[in-house]
């Protein structure tokens, strides 16, 4: 028997019809011409060997591995420190902009003491241990941070600050209302001098003297405004830092992809609260001789600004981290 006719009858006991068998066999043995074959029984059929059967293998085709878009599949913890640090920064620069206490001197030796925020002045008479004392401390500092020294806003000041030890009231007024309360010392003094000397008496040098301290407070008080528009700017780019750090990280899409550029905005803030600090510092008039140091107000921008350039690091070193 030829292979043909082996390679023949074996299709045929698997089942093919004659016609599929002679087709298939035909596909390799071109000159084969089938022959009748005695069936055998109870004779188990041999399976054809791969090389042997005429359907075509079919290629196995490689399946895709899914893939975790996230890296690692976890929580992202840079990105979570990224985004608290931005959120501690965004609340310091804000606590900066209203605390009282940018500039602050010690109690001199009546007890009385100062402070002074971007906007406001702050008298405090909480060390006058001498009651009368520390309620004409009280009056004193009403009067002079009261809105243009009138009746009616020394009445409501009064008011206000009733059992209190410290007053606070816009620096703006401070100037003018010190200004006014010195020119009219001085000039009660030019009529006493004058009425008693007979002549006419003008303390010139008292007055000037008083005109310097004027500009110098004017100009803390132009230094506080400008800080306080920079600080301001600072704060709200923290505040879009936080919103884009928060959208990155939830996987938010914003037009343009620019949700991806918060850790640039975060250090952008960060450079500008350091930047109200120093804007601040070089406007304010010479503090030689002054009693005046950095406060409160200036640590907590700093750290706002030091929190900001923090967060906009981890976003660029989680950056690279998912890159690499």
Sequence with gaps: MTDAQTYYDGLISQGYTSDQAVSYTQQYYPDFQATPTVPVADVTPPTPS???????????????TATNPSGE????????AAVACIALALIFSGMAQFN????????????????S??????????????????????????SILSEGMTNESIASMTEKFSGETAVTGSMSDYCSNLYDYTIGLIT?????TSAATGTTVEFTEE??????AKTNCDDGVSAGSTGGIVLWVGTVVALTALIFTILGMVGINLPGGIEAHGKWVSLASGVLMMLAVLVWYLMLPSSE???????????ITVFGGVFAIVSAVLGIVGGMSKSN
């Excluded at 007055?207 to 310097?212: E, F, G, L, P, V």
């Design 50 to 64: 791969p090389m042997e059967t005429p359907q075509m293998m079919a290629p196995t085709i490689s399946q895709p």
């Design 188 to 192: 009660l003094g030019e009529t006493m």
């Design 207 to 212: 007055r000037a003297n008083a005109s310097a």
């Design 117 to 142: 925020g971007l906007r406001t002045v702050t008298l405090d008479c909480s060390e006058v241990t001498n009651e009368t004392l520390q309620t004409g401390c009280m009056q004193l500092g009403i």
């Design 100 to 115: 009282g206490s940018w500039l602050s001197s010690d109690a001199d030796e009546t007890g009385q003491s100062s402070s």
């Design 289 to 299: 001789g002054s009693a005046m140091g950095a406060s409160t107000g200036v640590f």
């Design 73 to 80: 599949g976890g929580i992202d913890i840079m990105a979570i």
